[in-house]
């Protein structure tokens, strides 16, 4: 089980912060929300959302441990 934090407009489009969600790579996990949500399936395989798991960023096809924090982070805009 993966602990999910969305942020900004993730958030936003999901109306959740957090969430646990089973499963085994980020490509499965970022399916199984597609699968609940389609906006947020959208958003997440947008240009420039990164995903950290427990505070590195990482690759979609990563494996998950038992317990990992996975925070999908939208793109950001610098000024």
Do not use: C, H, Y
Not at 6 to 24: H, Q, S, T, Y
Not at 48 to 70: H, K, P, S
Not at 73 to 79: C, D, Q
Request: proline share 4%; charged share 25%; glycine share 10%.
């Amino acid at each position: 089980m993966a602990k999910v934090l969305l942020f900004g407009p993730l958030r936003d489009i999901a109306g959740w912060r957090e969430k646990d969600v089973r499963a085994n790579t980020v490509a499965e996990l970022k399916a199984a929300l597609t699968a609940e949500d389609a906006a947020l399936g959208a958003a997440l395989n947008g240009k420039g959302v990164q995903v950290a798991i427990d505070q590195r960023i990482m690759r979609n096809d990563t494996g998950l441990r038992a317990n990992a924090e996975v925070a999908f982070l939208p793109p950001m805009s610098g000024g």
